[in-house]
């Protein structure tokens, strides 16, 4: 069982949360916040997703910029959206990558990030029938 999804003040962790969330909506594997702010200038945080299709990818991806769009956020740069096999995106504090599977297991960012602090991102158990709960990822 998942911990519910913390509220944080934080406003950047929260967009990272988001992009999270929003991966997971396509059903992306392997969900991971990598806390960056300590080892590099590039970024806050990184978010890392899988899917297992490039069209899966292209979703993922797209469903992130949905919801940054709704939290007024677009990014500054989007880079290999059309081969969906490993997908960038770039909001400035929060750098999104979402990858094939196969992508992401070669170039294998958690290893280049080791140093990290690592926040993995599941999807909530389903809420029992009839008990008209839902929810969304939440971090550990």
Do not use: N
């Not at 990290?116 to 929810?135: C, F, Y």
């Amino acid at each position: 069982m998942t911990a519910p999804r913390a509220e944080t003040t934080d406003p950047i962790r929260a967009l990272a949360e988001t992009c999270a969330a929003a991966a997971l909506d396509k059903k992306a594997t392997d969900v991971v916040m990598l806390d960056v702010r300590s080892l590099t200038s590039l970024a806050d945080w990184f978010v890392l997703a899988s899917g297992r299709s490039d069209t899966q990818v292209r979703a993922i991806a797209e469903a992130v910029e949905t919801a940054c769009r709704g939290r007024e956020r677009r990014p500054l740069c989007v880079e290999g959206l059309r081969h969906g096999q490993w997908v960038l995106l770039d909001y400035g504090d929060v750098v999104v990558h979402v990858f094939y599977g196969p992508v992401r297991e070669f170039y294998d960012l958690e290893r280049l990030w080791a140093k990290a602090p690592r926040i993995a991102v599941e999807a909530p158990e389903p809420a029992p029938a009839g008990s008209g709960k839902t929810g969304r990822g939440a971090a550990r």
